[in-house]
């Protein structure tokens, strides 16, 4: 298995712009989950989904951000309009019930908003 | 709500012990798991342990659960060079799937 993949791995884009961050999850893992890791505020869980279903996007900053998982093997989270403060690694990872629901994490899109 | 604690530094000459600590305030806690990144690379699930179990040994690694005191220990035998990285604690409570982390130690290995 390839595990977790994520693109692109590095993204830099002007502040207003448009960005899509994609993730394809592991095959026959069921739940999917969006975070972001930063210096100041560590790893912070932005949404996640169940069988393709949001769960819980409590997290999502503000309506700038959306995320969506049009079937069991895509997911992607948008950012629009881009700002500075939204600089940071986003991380998606993916689990099923085996090895205690851990997660498996891809390598992680760093967004740099300039 | 739920919240996970590290202390943020480790470091440790090579072929000691290493033993990272973590605390955690959910009572529900069904699992425990520990994670390791290193520079420029996600999260990898080093071990995890269920919640009714006090200690879970892997190769050179060793958890320690101490659910009275909601504290988790991963302690690392003979340490090397290698086992240099970021490790992150988290804690998953019953019914919802998404983990809480902890800030994460970095521990460094001194030759």
């Known amino acids: 298995d390839a595990g977790v993949i994520q693109s692109p791995r590095h993204e830099v884009t002007e502040m207003g712009q448009e960005v899509t961050l994609r993730c394809k999850p592991i095959?026959?893992?069921?739940?999917l989950f969006w975070y972001r890791q930063t210096m100041m505020r560590g790893l912070e869980l932005l949404i996640y989904?169940?069988?393709?279903?949001?769960?819980?996007d409590s997290g999502m900053p503000e309506d700038r951000f959306s995320a969506k998982m049009p079937n069991a093997s895509f997911s992607t989270l948008k950012i629009q309009p881009s700002e500075p403060r939204d600089s940071a690694v986003y991380f998606c990872?993916?689990?099923?019930?085996?090895?205690?629901?851990?997660?498996?994490f891809g390598s992680g899109t760093r967004l740099t908003v300039v | 709500g739920e919240d996970v604690e590290q202390s943020l530094f480790l470091s440790v000459r090579e072929g000691d012990s290493s033993v990272i600590n973590c605390t955690y305030t959910?009572?529900?806690?069904?699992?425990l798991y520990w994670y390791k990144q290193e520079p420029g690379a996600g999260l990898q699930l080093l071990t995890y342990?269920?919640?009714?179990?006090d200690m879970k040994q892997d190769q050179r690694l060793t958890v320690l659960l101490n659910k009275k005191d909601k504290h988790l220990s991963l302690r690392i035998a003979d340490t090397q060079t290698g086992d240099s990285a970021i490790y992150f604690c988290?804690?998953?409570?019953?019914?919802?799937?998404?983990?809480?982390f902890g800030s994460g130690t970095r521990l460094q290995v001194q030759p």
């Open positions: 342990i269920f919640s009714n179990m």
């Open positions: 988290a804690e998953r409570d019953t019914g919802r799937r998404a983990l809480t």
């Open positions: 989904f169940n069988n393709n279903v949001p769960i819980d």
């Open positions: 095959s026959g893992h069921n739940s």
């Open positions: 990872a993916s689990s099923a019930p085996d090895r205690g629901y851990g997660y498996t």
């Open positions: 959910d009572s529900s806690s069904t699992y």
